[in-house]
Structures are given as C-alpha cells and as structure tokens.
Nanobody, 125 residues
C-alpha cells in the first residue's frame, strides 16, 4: 500500500514562496512517477506538475510555468514542489499522487493510482 504525505503548505503573501514536500512510507518513490495537483473551492482538480521516475522529464501547467519547480530526491524518498512568485489564484489544496505504470522517462498529469490527503496553500495579503 502506497501512502503519500504532503507537507509545507501554509499562508503566504502574494509574491512569496513555499516548498511543498511529498513523502512516502512503505515504498520506494523512485518506482513511481509523481504528480502534483491542486483543487480550489468550487473548481475542478487541476494538474500542476509531474516528474518522471528518472527525474529527467518534468511537465508544468501553463499557469505555473516559470514559477514552480518540481524535483525529486530519491535518497530522501521525497518529491518537492518549489513555488515562487505566488499569486492569490494559486490558493488551493495541493496533493501529490503516484503513478507506477508510466515508462521511466515520462510523466503525465492525468492518470494516477495513489493519492495523498493534501496540504492547504493560501496566498493572501
């Protein structure tokens, strides 16, 4: 059973930064492509970014390109989402998810098998 836990959320002013972490228990994360998703109140869940098992491929939603960076540290069994230049519209619950099936060098932001509970990010002055 894959259990994912997100951390690092909180309240930040516009223009500020946060780094989210996604850790796993009981499994080795480097067997999974990892995606970050977010859902704001009253809106559908949106794919934010993903990283391949190899770490060599990353993808981003247009709304976060140039501001967010996904990375993974397999030695720490952790995937990070560095979020800079945050905007009020980035406010949402952010969740990470794991995909064991996509080939090692690719990732997608559509189909994932295991999900964390999420962490709240609020961008407000």
């Amino acid at each position: 059973q894959v259990q994912l836990v997100e951390s690092g959320g909180g309240l930040v002013q516009p223009g500020g930064s946060l780094r989210l972490s996604c850790t796993a228990s009981g499994v080795t994360l480097d067997y999974y492509a990892i995606g970050w998703f977010r859902q704001a109140p009253g809106k559908e869940r949106e794919g934010v970014s993903c990283i391949s098992r190899s770490g060599g491929t990353t993808n981003y939603a247009d709304s976060v390109k140039g501001r967010f960076t996904i990375s993974r540290d397999n030695a720490k069994n952790t995937v990070y989402l560095q979020m800079n230049s945050l905007k009020p519209e980035d406010t949402a619950v952010y969740s990470c998810a794991a995909d064991p099936f996509t080939v090692r060098t690719l990732c997608n932001m559509e189909k994932y098998n295991y999900w964390g509970q999420g962490t709240q990010v609020t961008v407000s002055s």
